[in-house]
């Protein structure tokens, strides 16, 4: 089964730059999508299709794919940024969805 | 407006079947670029991806708990339902249902969960 590896943590202070990546196997070739979940909250859509914004979600967010690494991108962070961000693929060939295991984003 | 509604009970003892119901508003699931998704997550852990529905009707289900899951739809409800067997405490955590949205992209459809419910906590104890 196909599996995607996330860091468990990532920590930042405010105004710099968040990197998060998920790991997978040639998971260029894959469509990423990515996940905001605050405390107590359900998960959001912050990013699509490996780098696309849905309404609402801020600029500063970006996301890319390549080769065995996606990556989400948080410029500017603040303080309400800090959350879970779990990235997510559908495995077509096993028809399976897949996701990782998580960071959470720590704003020092 | 797009909403989503999880409901079912707090409480199954072990070994009990679970059924939990997914209403949904502001979209139809005749709609041929929908589909709903079921999502579990244990306290404190990662996000599970456990089965979804297509509005072709097409059923997939998590490899390892597919003997377990059973997903169906009720269209003039607007309700997706989710059955699991032999409830384990293993098997606490919160539920989730999500509305699936279909991309088309040169060698087929892809689909992103793009609204959410908030959820329903589920305890397996005796």
């Known amino acids: 089964s196909y599996v995607l590896t996330q860091p468990p943590s990532v920590s930042v202070a405010p105004g710099q730059t968040a990197r998060m990546t998920c790991g997978g196997n040639?998971?260029?070739?894959?469509?990423v999508h990515w996940y905001q979940q605050k405390a107590g909250q359900a998960p959001v859509l912050v990013i699509s299709?490996?780098?696309g914004r849905p309404s609402g979600i801020p600029e500063r967010l970006s996301g890319s794919n390549s080769g065995n690494t996606a990556t989400l991108t948080i410029n500017r962070v603040e303080a309400g940024d800090e959350a879970d961000y779990y990235c997510?693929?559908?495995?077509?060939?096993?028809?399976?969805?897949?996701f990782g295991g998580g960071t959470k984003l720590i704003v020092l | 407006q797009v909403t989503l509604k999880e409901s079912g009970p707090v409480l199954v003892k072990p070994t009990e079947t679970l059924t939990l119901t997914c209403t949904v508003s502001?979209?139809?699931?005749?709609?041929?670029?929908?589909?709903v998704t079921w999502i579990r997550q244990p306290p404190g852990k990662a996000l599970e991806w456990l089965a979804h529905?297509?509005?072709?009707?097409?059923?997939s289900y998590k490899t390892s708990l597919k003997n377990r899951l059973t997903v169906s739809e009720d269209t003039s409800k607007s309700q997706v339902v989710l059955t699991m067997t032999h409830m384990d405490p293993m098997d606490t955590g919160t539920y989730y249902c999500?509305?699936?949205?279909?991309?088309?992209?040169?060698?087929?459809?892809?689909?992103?969960?793009?609204?959410w419910g908030q959820g329903t906590l589920v305890a397996v104890s005796s």
């Open positions: 999500a509305r699936m949205f279909a991309q088309y992209w040169p060698d087929g459809r892809e689909y992103v969960d793009d609204f």
């Open positions: 502001g979209f139809s699931l005749t709609n041929a670029r929908m589909g």
């Open positions: 529905i297509l509005s072709n009707g097409r059923k």
């Open positions: 040639k998971i260029g070739s894959k469509n």
């Open positions: 299709y490996n780098g």
């Open positions: 997510q693929v559908w495995e077509t060939s096993g028809d399976q969805v897949v």
